[in-house]
């Protein structure tokens, strides 16, 4: 990692309402090291572990549009992050912000490990997801889930379950990127007039 460097993209005009799973289903191109959302502006800032994968995003944003919540949004590539030694040599290593809990016992539910991390400052959780006996933890930073981690190792009630490091699905390539969704052609007038003309000329045959 090459440090200081271009790591952030900053996307403006994003929905009111979006969220962060709103704002991580349109990233692809790396492994995010941090995603923020300022509500008052109608930003949101995606900072990747690697400058190679925040600088390939911004070009190929800037040359396909992104819609988020069938919003177009802009960006703006003004933003340099420093990465730390210690996050980096973590990522490299394979930590994300994304934690798996293995043999998940079928106690813990959605929102009682969202009661456990609560008290976590700055921490979002995009989502939290069960399969085939596993849960999916999905955090806004990989600063975050390392504290999430400790802190649930720490709890009696996770000693039964393994808990990994999970894949971060922003890393898939940047052709996976959402298109934006088609809109649906309106059904012709005249058809409907046909359709509706047709059916009473058969009800009144009937009726004969």
């Known amino acids: 990692f090459e440090e200081p460097s271009f790591r952030s993209v900053q996307l403006l005009n994003i929905p009111e309402d979006a969220t962060?799973?709103?704002?991580?289903?349109?990233?692809?191109g790396g492994i995010l090291f941090d995603i923020s959302i300022m509500r008052r502006s109608s930003t949101a800032t995606v900072t990747f572990a690697e400058s190679?994968?925040?600088?390939?995003?911004?070009?190929?944003?800037?040359?396909?549009?992104?819609?988020?919540?069938?919003?177009k949004a802009s960006q703006?590539?003004?933003?340099?992050?420093?990465?730390h030694e210690h996050f980096a040599k973590r990522i490299a290593n394979g930590t994300t912000?994304?934690?798996?809990?293995?043999?998940?016992?079928p106690t813990h539910t959605e929102t009682s490990i969202r009661k456990d991390l609560d008290h976590i400052h700055g921490l979002e959780i995009?989502?939290?997801?069960?399969r085939s006996?596993?849960?999916?933890?999905?955090?806004?930073?990989?600063?975050?889930?390392?504290?999430?981690?400790?802190?649930?190792?720490?709890?009696?009630?996770?000693?039964?379950?393994?808990?990994?490091?999970?894949?971060?699905e922003c890393a898939q390539p940047l052709d996976q990127v959402p298109a934006r969704p088609r809109r649906r052609a309106?059904?012709?007038?005249?058809?409907?007039?046909?359709?509706?003309?047709?059916?009473?000329?058969f009800q009144l045959l009937e009726a004969e």
Request: aromatic content about 10%; some cysteine.
């Open 186 to 201: 309106p059904f012709p007038t005249a058809l409907i007039r046909r359709s509706v003309y047709m059916s009473n000329r």
């Open 76 to 83: 703006a590539s003004d933003r340099f992050q420093h990465l």
């Open 133 to 168: 006996g596993m849960c999916h933890i999905s955090t806004n930073s990989v600063a975050s889930a390392m504290y999430a981690r400790t802190c649930m190792i720490s709890r009696l009630k996770y000693k039964g379950s393994r808990l990994e490091w999970d894949v971060d």
């Open 97 to 105: 912000r994304n934690l798996v809990l293995r043999n998940c016992s």
């Open 20 to 28: 962060y799973a709103d704002i991580t289903a349109v990233v692809r």
């Open 52 to 71: 190679s994968a925040a600088e390939a995003y911004y070009v190929h944003v800037r040359n396909n549009c992104l819609y988020i919540k069938n919003k």
């Open 126 to 130: 995009v989502s939290i997801k069960f």
